[in-house]
């Protein structure tokens, strides 16, 4: 239910930004002017749609104890490194509108305002090394599973510009997180 709500949030969001674009672009005109000047934009709203884990990559270690008699215990070191990135669907939005002078211009300037919200800027890379002991007990067989993920954030931004208003959706990515995960593969077999 609550993802339906999210939708039904972000429709809202976008009817309540298009009737706000046409009363500013119809108060211009009725002034002499014609809303915002093609040349220009303005962004009108922005809403997170959904927050997601991304898996970046995963690792994997298995150690065979199944006839030992002592615990084995195993040392292990990872490296990762993942890339800040912002995306922006224009597809289908622009076409007739602008200028790439002002796409170009839009596109930072909606880039700069995620940055500032989630305090992460765009290209920025992220490096994580972790060192990790495996324990594995007499008799056993264990496979163990580093998980790599960033945060994934959707969302739209509502965009006027020559007195129309666009939806256009974004997906930022940020963050290196891991999880470490365990499986039990085989005990000995008498």
Not at 5 to 17: D, F, K, P, Q
Not at 24 to 32: E, P, V
Request: charged residues 20%; hydrophobic residues 45%.
């Amino acid at each position: 239910m609550l993802p339906l709500l999210s939708l039904v949030a972000a429709g809202t969001l976008t009817a309540v930004a298009v009737v706000r674009a046409k009363r500013r672009s119809a108060a211009g005109r009725a002034q002499g002017g014609r809303g915002l000047p093609l040349g220009t934009f303005q962004v009108v709203g922005q809403k997170m749609v959904a927050e997601t884990e991304q898996i970046l990559a995963t690792e994997e270690v298995s150690l065979d104890n199944r006839f030992g008699n002592q615990p084995l215990v195993s040392d292990h070191e990872f490296c990762r490194s993942a890339t800040v990135s912002i995306e922006t669907d224009w597809s289908g939005h622009w076409d007739g509108l602008t200028s790439a002078n002002l796409l170009t211009a839009l596109k930072a300037e909606l880039q700069c305002r995620l940055a500032r919200k989630l305090g992460v800027e765009a290209g920025t890379q992220i490096s994580r090394q972790i060192r990790l002991k495996f324990t594995v007990a007499p008799g056993k067989k264990v496979l163990y599973r580093v998980v790599w993920k960033q945060t994934a954030q959707r969302g739209l931004f509502e965009v006027g510009v020559g007195g129309q208003v666009c939806t256009v959706p974004y997906l930022i990515t940020f963050g290196l997180a891991h999880a470490v995960q365990s499986v039990d593969l085989a005990d000995k077999t008498p």
